[in-house]
């Protein structure tokens, strides 16, 4: 991915805070040539420095075929994103567009069946638990589970290579920076609202 070096973030446990809240992700793999994506839930997990992705996919989907054969798995990751005028500058200029997106490439390897099982069980813990009749895992019929198993394939990718870019107008002036954010509050949307958080946080971090 191309980054400008004003956008660049090479801090790893804010790109996995941001993996983690952001965490429906592309894969994307290829097969004699072509590119192949498909668009799923995915969890981060580590173990000791190492850290791995994990989700599933339909087993009618021939993506999976091609996982173990790919050099190289790229998994995108993409956060809140809004239009920016380039009326809300002091000076002339052209209009622009605000984002998050996070690449990793690694490795991937299908799951046999308990890993599978433990992941599945992970993932319903994370969106479930807190909800006031949450479905989890041992809740499920074993007639239910057996069905919904034979088909998924689950995958897990040993991260390798990290890419992070967080454009956020950091290349602007100060009254441009924060004219930007007002506009964005005024703009109605809620990607264009969390665009200005996203900026005002970046303003008092650096505080």
Known sequence: MYIPKYYKVTNVDDIWDFVQNNSF?????????????????????????TYYITGHIAYG????????ACEDVLVMFQGPHA????????????????????????TAS??????????????????????KNPVLWDKLSPQLLESQLKGIVGFKMKVG???????????????????????????GDSSSKQMAELMEKRLKDEI
């Open 61 to 68: 989907n021939p993506q999976w075929r091609t996982f173990e």
């Open 161 to 187: 290579e990290i890419q992070a870019s967080y454009k956020l107008s950091q290349n602007r002036s100060e009254k441009d920076y924060m004219n930007i954010i007002d506009q964005l509050r005024n703009e």
């Open 25 to 49: 992700g592309t894969i994307v793999t290829t097969a004699q040539g072509k590119p192949i994506a498909t668009h799923l839930p995915l969890q981060l997990i580590k173990e000791g420095d």
């Open 110 to 131: 299908i799951l046999n069946e308990e890993e599978l099982k433990h992941d599945l069980t992970m993932l319903l813990q994370t969106y479930e638990k807190h909800r």
């Open 83 to 106: 239009y920016i005028s380039s009326s809300w500058y002091e000076k002339e200029n052209v209009p622009t567009w605000n984002y998050q997106a996070v690449h990793v490439y690694g």
